[in-house]
């Protein structure tokens, strides 16, 4: 798993010039794209009618596919939303939510799930209300259980935003990542770069993959951006996730490209 930004590529937490592009085959040779498969464009953070956004599941779905998008989790807070009715056989959509806990400080947590439709156990437009009342969610820890407990993985969304401290989340397992860029925050407020937090996570060896998302709330020009490409062996929900659990994507807030491997120690780019 990879991330480009400002022509930079971001592998396991160490930068590496992309104009270190010439391949020569080597037993030396370390990768997490797969060989063979195809790309595919994906955004995993993203808000409807369903709770603050400006537009319906089926506007922002059909934006988004018109855009040139493959996938889409639609995750409202505090509400989960499955939606398979904008399932097309050119756009998939992923069941998804954003819980957040609000922390001494000015700070808060926001923990992205999203899941397989065939193995997601959280009711459509469920509101988490039994839950909230119980206080079954109060800690990150519990809702990435929650989460994985239901047939969902958790995505950390923009730190940074959060005002939140790497000593508050570095620790945390059960993770499949975070964001790294949120471009929304960025936009919006010079907020959504999470690169040092990222690394953080290495520094005490808690390895989760780096995502970037736009967080949109609504579809104008600069609303979207952060985005995942997936490299997959075949275009189905199972497919997709299963390509990112194996780190087979990389994320960017804008460039693109074919091939990414590293050699030793030198980073290759096509």
């Given at each position: 798993?990879?991330?480009?930004?400002?022509?930079?590529?971001?592998?396991?937490?160490?930068?590496?010039?992309?104009?270190?592009?010439?391949?020569?085959?080597?037993?030396?040779?370390?990768?997490?794209?797969?060989?063979?498969?195809?790309?595919?464009?994906?955004?995993?953070?993203?808000?409807?009618?369903?709770?603050?956004?400006?537009?319906?599941?089926?506007?922002?779905?059909?934006?988004?596919?018109?855009?040139?998008?493959?996938?889409?989790?639609?995750?409202?807070?505090?509400?989960?939303?499955?939606?398979?009715?904008?399932?097309?056989?050119?756009?998939?959509?992923?069941?998804g939510t954003e819980l957040d806990i609000e922390l001494p400080g000015r700070k808060d947590h926001h923990l992205v799930g999203f899941g397989l439709p065939e193995t997601n156990r959280i009711p459509e437009h469920y509101t988490f209300?039994?839950?909230?009342?119980?206080?079954?969610?109060?800690?990150?820890?519990?809702?990435?259980?929650?989460?994985?407990?239901?047939?969902?993985?958790?995505?950390?969304?923009?730190?940074?935003?959060?005002?939140?401290?790497?000593?508050?989340?570095?620790?945390?397992?059960?993770?499949?990542?975070?964001?790294?860029?949120?471009?929304?925050?960025?936009?919006?407020?010079?907020?959504?770069?999470?690169?040092?937090?990222?690394?953080?996570?290495?520094?005490?060896?808690?390895?989760?993959?780096?995502?970037?998302?736009?967080?949109?709330?609504?579809?104008?020009?600069?609303?979207?951006?952060?985005?995942?490409?997936?490299?997959?062996?075949?275009?189905?929900?199972?497919?997709?996730?299963?390509?990112?659990?194996?780190?087979?994507?990389?994320?960017?807030?804008?460039?693109?490209?074919?091939?990414?491997?590293?050699?030793?120690?030198?980073?290759?780019?096509?």
């Open positions: 798993m990879y991330i480009i930004e400002k022509k930079q590529i971001c592998y396991n937490g160490g930068k590496y010039s992309k104009k270190h592009t010439k391949i020569k085959e080597s037993h030396m040779e370390k990768r997490t794209l797969y060989r063979e498969g195809t790309y595919k464009k994906g955004n995993l953070h993203t808000h409807t009618t369903w709770s603050d956004g400006m537009h319906t599941p089926k506007e922002t779905a059909e934006h988004y596919r018109s855009q040139g998008y493959d996938f889409l989790a639609l995750t409202d807070h505090w509400v989960y939303g499955i939606h398979p009715e904008l399932n097309r056989d050119d756009f998939l959509l992923f069941p209300e039994e839950e909230r009342k119980n206080g079954v969610l109060t800690t990150a820890e519990r809702i990435i259980e929650y989460f994985g407990q239901r047939g969902n993985v958790t995505l950390y969304g923009h730190p940074y935003w959060s005002k939140i401290d790497s000593t508050d989340i570095k620790y945390l397992q059960g993770m499949i990542g975070m964001e790294i860029y949120n471009h929304g925050s960025e936009f919006f407020g010079n907020n959504g770069n999470s690169e040092t937090y990222f690394d953080h996570f290495l520094f005490v060896k808690n390895k989760i993959f780096c995502f970037a998302t736009d967080d949109a709330h609504d579809i104008g020009k600069h609303d979207l951006g952060g985005f995942i490409m997936v490299k997959t062996k075949e275009f189905t929900h199972r497919g997709i996730l299963e390509a990112i659990k194996d780190g087979s994507f990389y994320a960017s807030s804008g460039p693109l490209f074919h091939d990414f491997y590293v050699e030793e120690g030198v980073a290759h780019v096509t």
